[in-house]
């Protein structure tokens, strides 16, 4: 009897102690951005602040840290083609978590040539509408 | 938690003007739509609107999720090409200016934009063009209720879900209670608390942050937004004009206002509300860019235009910024469920399910409707698809494929129908292909592309000769 209640207070003995911090779960959507645009988020059960870095290389030398607070997710825009590396991290009140895994994001914007061609259709369509329009008032105008 | 970090507007505040101005929009609601007792009254404000009162409602209905939240979206996203592209998207108002004009005259007794596509191409045609206009409608009215509670959240922390649901309870009570004449009296008084607004949150920003700091800022952290050579940006101009053209021509909202303005009008108030609207999106979108010079973390990208507000003007300018975005929302929400309301009303109850049903009948399925499309829109809502810039976009592909068919039935007498069938079909299948393949950011200019194509081709290889005398017929009067 004895030693299943010293057995019983053991397990509660282990639920009490604070668990290690572990890393957040870090994504990004899309991985691969063709505009520069994607979106980071973490999350890691319980944690109520994060700490956000992004370097050019795997081992974040240098790093820039983008945020520190409570958010889950940020948006990152207006990057040129490269490729970026992000990690996040819990901030206990004990101190810093472990860095999450580095998540690599590539930008490779679409080429220039392409877009023109789309500019270029896009006037063309919208030409030939107008064309069409002010025609057409003309003629609705002219007719009694 | 996705939201932001802080909300700078207390909850209790939040709930305060959204309550204040609910009782406003529903008071003027029921006061001014209670003389309403025939279907033109509630679906058409008795056909008299003046020029004051229309162009009011063209504005306030286009300055909507597109210019007080996507706008600094697409500002963050593109950059300079991101405002520019979307103050384009009054192009579409100006155009519809002379449309305007020449559909009162072609159909001095129309109700719906379904009327015109039934009259001019036939009863395929009509189908095909009322499952693209339903899609619009609803992708709208969901975009519009995201807008909704993704305001409330982002300012004063309240759950979307709670925040999307009072909103649209709010826009759904009051359009019932006075039809499309209530729509246009509340558009008239949102019109002017969103200009007094925005004037006042530019200037506040002007005063607050200089170009010079935010110059910096972004060419450091975020230099593709600075870059004139952007390539999606450079897709993405032509493609919102388009979309916005596509969004207008087709759209019962646009056309129950050609409808309800008095003779002579349409034309001059949608010239106007195009060129009042032209320098919102600008406003809107600029103050995105401070971003970086702030350090604010940008949780969603629809987020960004209150976050910053908020974020640089306190609760000062939450305030304001609340009350310009509900008022914005409220006034194309309205709008856009009275329309669709009036579509499904005429074109699918009448037109499909009770040919013979009388105007009682008719007048209180209107009502019912609007009640059954509140329900869906808030239905969808919640399960808060994709972002608000996302939604909007998707639409592209199915409203643009219907630009040259619009355009073409209302001004060439030749155009071949079964060429605008598959103009409207094989425009929205490819420019959807498109939105996946490439991006949201040619959607709607390969759909149009497409489209214009085939109605050229087609008209020229086989024109079908019409009288336009047919389009004065009124069979599904009710």
Not at chain 1, 42 to 52: K, N, S, T, V, Y
Not at chain 2, 62 to 77: D, G, I, R
Request: hydrophobic share 55%.
């Amino acid at each position: 009897m004895a030693r299943r209640a010293l057995l019983l207070l053991w397990c509660l003995s282990l639920l009490a102690a604070p668990a290690a911090m572990a890393a957040p779960d870090l994504r990004a959507s899309p991985e691969r951005a063709t505009d520069g645009v994607y979106r980071l988020s973490w999350e890691a059960d319980g944690a109520a602040r994060f700490e956000l870095q992004e370097s050019d290389g795997a081992h974040f030398n240098p790093a820039r840290t983008l945020y520190t607070g409570a958010d889950t997710a940020s948006v990152i825009t207006g990057k040129p083609d490269g490729e970026y590396f992000y990690r996040v991290r819990v901030l206990g009140e004990s101190g810093p978590g472990p860095w999450s895994e580095p998540l690599q994001v590539t930008v490779q914007h679409h080429s220039l040539a392409r877009a023109l061609q789309f500019f270029v259709v896009g006037a063309l369509v919208f030409a030939v509408l107008l064309a069409v329009i002010i025609r057409g008032a003309r003629e609705d105008r002219d007719t009694p | 938690m996705n939201g932001p970090e802080t909300a700078v507007l207390p909850a209790g505040i939040a709930w305060g003007i959204l309550g204040a101005f609910s009782v406003l929009w529903v008071f003027l609601g029921w006061y001014l739509g209670r003389r309403a007792r025939t279907v033109d009254d509630y679906m058409l404000a008795g056909r008299n609107v003046g020029l004051a009162l229309a162009t009011a409602t063209a504005m306030a209905t286009w300055v909507t999720t597109n210019t007080t939240m996507a706008a600094p979206q697409f500002a963050l996203q593109l950059g300079i090409w991101g405002m520019v592209g979307y103050a384009l998207g009054s192009v579409g108002l100006i155009l519809f200016a002379p449309l305007a004009g020449r559909i009162r005259r072609l159909m001095p007794g129309g109700f719906t934009s379904g009327d015109f596509i039934r009259l001019r191409y036939g009863n395929t045609a009509w189908r095909v063009f009322l499952v693209i206009s339903l899609i619009y409608g609803l992708g709208w009215l969901i975009s519009l209720g995201m807008a909704g509670g993704v305001l409330i959240e982002a300012l004063a922390g309240i759950d979307y879900r709670v925040g999307m649901s009072v909103i649209l309870f709010i826009c759904v009570l009051y359009t019932l209670l006075g039809g499309l004449r209530a729509v246009i009296g509340t558009d008239f008084v949102q019109t002017i608390l969103i200009l007094v607004g925005l004037v006042i949150l530019a200037w506040l920003v002007i005063a607050q942050v200089g170009f010079g700091e935010i110059h910096v800022t972004v060419s450091e952290q975020r230099p593709e937004l600075l870059n004139l050579l952007f390539p999606a940006a450079i897709m993405f101009l032509f493609n919102n004009l388009l979309f916005g053209v596509g969004e207008i021509f087709h759209s019962n909202v646009w056309w129950s206002r050609a409808f309800a303005f008095g003779r002579g009008v349409g034309k001059r108030a949608y010239l106007m509300a195009g060129l009042l609207w032209m320098p919102i999106p600008i406003v809107a979108g600029f103050i995105a860019l401070a971003t970086p010079a702030l350090g604010i973390n940008v949780p969603g990208a629809d987020m960004v235009g209150p976050l910053v507000a908020g974020e640089l003007l306190g609760l000062a300018g939450a305030i304001i910024v609340f009350i310009v975005v509900f008022s914005a929302l409220a006034s194309s929400v309205d709008s856009v469920l009275a329309a669709t309301s009036d579509l499904v009303t005429r074109d699918i109850y009448k037109g499909h399910l009770r040919r013979q049903a009388g105007e009682r009948e008719v007048y209180l399925a209107a009502k019912t409707i609007v009640v059954v499309l509140g329900t869906v829109t808030w239905a969808l809502c919640m399960l808060r698809l994709g972002t608000l810039g996302a939604v909007l976009q998707f639409l592209g592909a199915f409203v643009a494929s219907t630009i040259m068919p619009i355009v073409a039935g209302l001004y060439w007498r030749r155009t071949n129908p079964w060429g605008v069938i598959a103009a409207m079909v094989l425009g929205t299948v490819i420019g959807l292909y498109s939105y996946f393949a490439i991006g949201f950011y040619v959607a709607a200019l390969v759909s149009a592309a497409i489209s214009m194509a085939l109605v050229l081709v087609t008209t020229w290889l086989w024109p079908r000769d019409f009288q336009w005398a047919s389009l004065r017929e009124e069979p599904l009067r009710g």
